[in-house]
């Protein structure tokens, strides 16, 4: 069965001065989740929004599914700001936390839903610990801290080795990626197993956003249903590529 393919609009990439409606037209579109990017200017080199935005939004928004991605330091200080504007679900990135269990046992005693984030170059390894009870893995799929940057396509491979933990382990965490999803690299991303994906500069950035929203989503979910394996870069030095049956197992 196809997977459930969700779509997270990223306001990063929105008009600030018009962000409700820019906000509501993606969820108009189909986005079922908006993603809020909050940046502090020391984990990651950009600052962007914290709790009064988030609430303000929450009052234009009552019904929505807030998922709040901390790029910030020391998150424990903040989550209970964030869950009292509304956020549904918090992520925090293993790199800023120290003490990762003991942040998403905080979320979760918050009511809201906790998640985990790895950068481009840390490995999916690094949360084996905290896989059995997290409600989503984000997979950053660019350098954290700015929109509309390129995919880095290692990613795919990150969210294969996800899907195959899940199944080894029987363990049900939604997998989430967030950089660079576009028309150009959606299908190979939901081949890969990303189910929830976030975009930002896809969707806000040029004509219109409903639009935008619905045909980003349609594409998706196109993909998602005929399934064929993500396009392996060639490489001179490469193992030959897997037949076809092989890679098909793979996804499995
Ligand atoms: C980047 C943010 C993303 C960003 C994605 O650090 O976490 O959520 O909005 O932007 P696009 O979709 O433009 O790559
Ligand atoms: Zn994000």
Redesign the pocket.
Known sequence: MAPVIEL?P????ANFAQLGAEAKAALDGGGTVL?L?V?DGHF?P?ITIGPPVVASLRKALPDATFDC?L?IENPDEYISAFAKAGANWISVHQEACVHLDRTLHLIEAHNCRPAV?INPATPVHTLDNVLDFVHHVLI??????????H?IRNSLKKVGDLVRLREARGLNFRIEI?????LDTVADIVRAGAEIL????????HGEIRENAQVLLGAARAAASTGSPPRLRRVATAAPRASKSEAQRRRT
């Open positions: 997270a990223s306001i990063l990439s993603h990017d940046m990651v950009n991605h790029m984030v950053m799929s660019v350098n954290p801290g700015f929109g509309a940057q995919f967030d950089g660079g999803v576009a976030v975009a930002g500069n896809a969707i806000f950035s």
